[in-house]
């Protein structure tokens, strides 16, 4: 299949803008990656059931949870199909994270993203998280439901 490559460039380089966003605890440029509704599906890792939620609230559960950890998102071997106004991509990521005490919780997941063309440029419109494996203290991140009922992260 033929793709227009500056579709995939301007894909890749919002993926690249969505992950260093989180390193860089810039919500506002987080905000800016996303649709105006977007799916999220993290189940994988906190536990909590897929939704459909607004950038800025998006945004602002990563901000609680994230605000006390250092972080580090690398991805790679992304993939992306664009079909017109509409793309999905994968891409292989690594999470880093680390608290003042130095305690780290690091990921190893795929994420699914769904994506839209705007008048303003591509934007996310749907986020699934499969977490591969994990190491470390799952405690550091706010963000994990630490259920019981919940298996622990490996």
């Known amino acids: 299949m033929m793709h227009d490559f500056s579709d995939i460039f301007h894909i890749q380089q919002l993926l690249a803008r969505f992950a260093n966003c989180f ?12 649709c105006d509704s977007i799916y999220t599906d993290y189940s994988d890792l906190r536990g909590t ?10 945004a602002d559960m990563r901000r609680s949870a994230l ?11 992304t993939e992306i199909d664009v079909n017109g106004d509409e793309a999905n991509a994968k891409v292989s990521m ?6 003042a005490s130095g305690e780290t919780l690091h ?23 499969k977490v591969f494996w994990s ?3 799952k405690t550091i991140h ?3 439901t630490h259920s019981e009922s919940k298996p622990a992260v490996q």
């Open 107 to 129: 990921t190893h997941c795929l994420y699914q993203f769904g994506l839209s063309r705007q008048s303003e440029g591509w934007r996310i419109s749907r986020i699934v998280q």
């Open 142 to 144: 706010s963000g994990i």
């Open 23 to 34: 390193d860089l605890k810039d919500w506002a440029g987080l905000q800016n990656c996303l």
């Open 49 to 58: 059931p897929p939704e459909i939620m607004s950038p800025a609230k998006f």
């Open 135 to 137: 190491d470390g203290n």
């Open 67 to 77: 605000h006390e950890l250092q972080t580090h998102h690398l991805g790679t071997n």
């Open 94 to 99: 690594v999470i880093y994270r680390k608290n």
